[in-house]
């Protein structure tokens, strides 16, 4: 540590750690201040190489891991960088700027980041701020479809503080992770039962486990990661399809169709009977809403709604409410960039006093509505606080928990999941493909979803099991 190489080095280290945030308060500073320490780097003899950890290396996507660098020399700028190829063949990219420590160290969940897609002590910013690398395709979303295989992320150092061309550069080490919404053991069940199609998750164990309905929103089709994530918690979780996307002929769905999913899940010999509730985004909250006022034939032990609202009569088939909104497409607005906002289409329902309501006065069971303040998609908080009013009536208001993150948007996803602030749609009506508007900042937004799922997942312990809910680990 004598040496004059390492004295300068952690001088440099020392300048670094006391006074960065004011070194880095102009780009021509950070410039500076990163070519001069590379400078010094480059006249020490550092002949072990950097090691890059991940751990856990295989893990749940709801659970945090760490990212370790070792071996650097003290004082260094690097850059941590992850990246993804989806199942479209699209890449997605996150990184982060940091110093290694006296050690020569970094880690991921205790250090500073000071710019990338993401700052400061972030353990999981390489996953919540991935974006699409840059010349990619406009409203892209990232959705995993086959819940079987693993979403696999490269997670690699550089040196330097670097902001683009990472492809084109060496790391200086690299590592690969795992994360799966399928935990080892649950079960994968193709449903096609009575008309009603979907598929069904199921722990591992001989049960008897709580159930879940899961409902998706208005885009369609049949999406499965939050159903086997719900199954990895244990819980038998039915991810139910009720209409293709782009498919009108298929959204003629009635009320029936959702009672004839609930009664599936709740004969399943491995389900308490007595233990099956509903779980919905979007349009699929509208459903759970629905199934726990006005259904005679089921009865919901709590229901989980994720950006949701009661604003759909009974009497109208899928294929209707598409018409009523199609016939209010004179309020919707374009921001900037022409992205569609849908918010006042919403907002002339929810602010009549009378028509096109579900009568949520009738709900007997607990109901969690959570929602974003900045959703340009819905008015979900009006809409929550409509149903409040209409549950204080009677005399019900207890029955409800509402959660609302201010600077969240729309689609309000499992953890450490991206931010969509603006998606392709196709609109079900006129085959018209637009780019949404959902809303959200990408840092609250995350923290929106990570603080919404430990709340999703304490809701339906206390309300679906009587005692600790089992929760399945890579």
């Not at 700027?97 to 990338?116: C, K, P």
Request: with cysteine; aromatic share 10%; hydrophobic share 40%.
């Amino acid at each position: 540590m004598s040496s004059p190489v390492m004295m300068s080095v952690m001088r440099c280290f020392r300048f670094t750690r006391v006074r960065l945030w004011s070194v880095y308060s102009t780009a021509q500073n950070r410039q500076v201040f990163a070519h001069s320490c590379l400078r010094r780097l480059s006249t020490m003899s550092h002949t072990v190489p950097p090691v890059l950890s991940v751990v856990p290396s295989r893990a749940l996507v709801d659970e945090k891991f760490r990212v370790l660098v070792e071996n650097l020399p003290p004082g260094a700028p690097v850059t941590l960088h992850s990246l993804h190829q989806s199942e479209d063949k699209d890449y997605w990219e996150a990184y982060g700027h940091y110093i290694s420590d006296e050690r020569g160290a970094v880690s991921v969940a205790d250090d500073l980041s000071f710019g990338g897609t993401y700052k400061g002590k972030e353990a999981m910013g390489l996953l919540w701020s991935m974006r699409p690398v840059p010349g990619s395709r406009d409203g892209l979303r990232l959705r995993k479809s086959d819940v079987c295989t693993p979403l696999l992320v490269n997670i690699s150092v550089y040196s330097g503080h670097v902001t683009e061309g990472f492809r084109e550069q060496s790391p200086l080490a690299l590592a690969i992770t795992e994360r799966w919404y399928m935990a080892p053991g649950v079960q994968r069940i193709v449903i096609k039962e009575e008309g009603v199609k979907g598929t069904l998750f199921i722990p591992p164990g001989p049960g008897p486990f709580p159930g879940i309905l899961d409902m998706w929103g208005g885009s369609g089709g049949l999406m499965e990661y939050r159903s086997s994530l719900l199954a990895s918690h244990g819980y038998i979780s039915f991810a139910l399809e009720y209409f293709s996307p782009g498919e009108l002929k298929s959204a003629d769905t009635e009320f029936e169709y959702f009672e004839k999913a609930f009664n599936i899940i709740q004969k399943h010999p491995q389900v308490i009977p007595d233990r099956v509730g509903a779980f919905g985004l979007s349009l699929g909250s509208v459903f759970t809403i629905m199934l726990a006022a006005e259904s005679n034939v089921i009865k919901l032990q709590c229901g989980v709604c994720v950006s949701g609202n009661h604003l759909y009569p009974r009497e109208l088939t899928l294929r209707g409410v598409f018409l009523v909104l199609a016939s209010k497409s004179h309020k919707i607005r374009h921001d900037e960039n022409n992205y569609e906002i849908w918010r006042d289409m919403g907002l002339a329902i929810v602010n009549n006093p009378t028509k096109g309501k579900v009568d949520v006065g009738k709900i007997n069971c607990p109901l969690m509505l959570l929602n974003g303040g900045d959703d340009q998609n819905w008015p979900t908080v009006e809409a929550a606080e409509d149903m409040a009013q209409m549950l204080r009536a009677v005399g019900k208001e207890h029955l409800l928990t509402r959660v609302t993150y201010p600077d969240a948007g729309h689609l309000i996803e499992p953890p450490y999941s991206p931010h969509f602030r603006a998606t392709k749609f196709i609109k079900d009506i006129t085959k018209e493909k637009v780019i949404l508007l959902w809303g959200g900042q990408t840092k609250p937004h995350a923290d929106a979803q990570e603080d919404a799922w430990n709340k999703i997942l304490s809701f339906l312990q206390q309300h679906l099991y009587s005692n600790t809910t089992p929760k399945a680990r890579m």
